[in-house]
């Protein structure tokens, strides 16, 4: 950990360590859903920026489509 880091850590615990052990509780539960949501947030667009392929057909079926609609030009 970076030493700057350290430091900020450092000096929120100073604030945090004389709560009352509930309050400690509570910031834990926050901060826990906290990364949660920015865990999701991330998943999510991880899969939007590259999208995703939904169809019904097989695979067979979309290799064989794709396949077919080649066009190419040989003469």
Do not use: P
């Not at 949660?36 to 899969?47: A, E, P, V, Y």
């Not at 995703?52 to 066009?71: D, F, G, H, P, V």
């Amino acid at each position: 950990m970076k030493t700057s880091n350290s430091h900020v850590l450092n000096s929120y615990w100073g604030l945090l360590d004389s709560l009352h052990t509930s309050w400690k509780l509570e910031l834990i539960e926050r901060l826990t859903r906290s990364i949660r949501q920015n865990l999701q947030q991330n998943s999510n667009t991880m899969k939007n920026s590259f999208g995703a392929w939904k169809s019904e057909l097989s695979t067979e079926q979309i290799i064989y489509e794709l396949r077919n609609s080649r066009n190419t030009n040989d003469g």
